[in-house]
């Protein structure tokens, strides 16, 4: 058999070397030719939800800061006028605002936490292993199933000073009846009332989702080292469910900072304007006053606010993690 010339050998190797180095660039090209279909097909399959977002959150969002910086003049004629700041102008002067903003600064800062720390407690519950917990959890998510506008006149009928369940059960175990959302001290408790009822079971399901995501077996290893209940909660548990209650906390928060409807429907701003929300304010002036510009102004300031305070929450959140 015949011995291959080592320099035919050396030929090869240095044919093969520039065969491989002709070939980088178009592996290269390859490969970036590659990423572009990738970015392309991902772009192609948020489309559908981009679209969306700028059609139903960013144009009105943007029609409100064009509107607001409009009023409306009345008469034969009416036309709007362009009239830059001055409906915000006119915010910082308005005593009513203040009052508004004010209510709803009190509101959210009672019913966040009350809804978030009841649907924890509720979702610890449910979660257990216990015989005939289908049932409660049943019971827990009965308020799910109750629209807004329904749960808000059952709870009006059970509230009422003269008529309802509720004071009933007061004037049975001796204690004196309430005028509840007639009255000025107690119309505001009674909505947090209200909107925790329906609140609370709902982000339970979230709460729950993430507690039956924690792995028992950290949970079992803890008690065997003779960890208490409270240790392993503390130490296991919310660890663990703390992003599932950082989303809870955020959307729960916006949406009692647009609560409108238990307002609108049981106490319409009052009684002597206690439970007179901005978003409320907001739509009042907008629709019952005619004036577009404030009203949208309120409703901007309102969205700022959110913003900020989903903000502080999320940096709050964020530095316990660090």
């Known amino acids: 058999m015949a011995r291959n010339d080592p320099i035919q050998q050396r030929g090869a190797g240095i044919a093969a070397r520039g065969d491989a180095v002709v070939g980088l660039p178009r592996a290269a090209s390859i490969a970036a030719s590659a990423r572009r279909n990738n970015w392309a097909t991902a772009y192609l399959l948020l489309a559908p939800a981009l679209i969306g977002l700028a059609v139903f959150r960013l144009y009105p969002i943007a029609l409100a800061v064009w509107g607001s910086l409009h009023t409306s003049t009345f008469g034969a004629g009416a036309q709007r006028v362009f009239v830059g700041l001055d409906n915000y102008a006119f915010l910082v002067s308005n005593p009513v605002f203040w009052d508004s903003l004010w209510v709803t600064l009190k509101f959210n800062l009672v019913v966040n936490p009350i809804q978030v720390l009841l649907a924890l407690l509720l979702a610890v519950v449910a979660n257990q292993r216990l015989r005939g917990i289908a ?96 240790r392993r909660f503390l130490d296991i548990t919310l660890p663990l469910l703390k992003r599932t209650i950082l989303f809870v906390l955020v959307t729960d928060t916006a949406i009692n900072f647009l609560l409108f409807a238990p307002v609108y429907l049981l106490t319409r701003g009052g009684p002597e304007l206690s439970t007179n929300v901005l978003m409320y304010e907001a739509f009042k002036t907008g629709f019952v006053y005619a004036d577009m510009g404030q009203g949208l102004a309120m409703v901007l300031v309102l969205l700022l606010l959110v913003l900020v305070v989903v903000g502080l929450e999320f940096r709050l959140l964020q530095a316990e993690d660090a």
Do not use: C
């Not at 000073?161 to 009674?190: I, K, Y």
């Open 135 to 230: 049932v409660y959890r049943t019971i827990f998510f009965v308020p799910i199933g109750v629209s807004v506008p329904i749960a808000a006149i059952l709870w009006q009928m059970m509230l009422d000073p003269n008529r309802g369940v509720v004071n009933a059960l007061l004037l049975g175990v001796g204690l004196p009846a309430q005028p509840f959302l007639t009255s000025a001290d107690q119309a505001l408790w009674s909505i947090i009332g209200i909107a925790s009822w329906k609140g609370v079971s709902f982000w339970m399901v979230f709460l729950l989702a993430g507690l039956q995501g924690i792995p028992r077996e950290l949970h079992e290893a803890a008690k065997l080292d003779g960890a208490a209940a409270v």
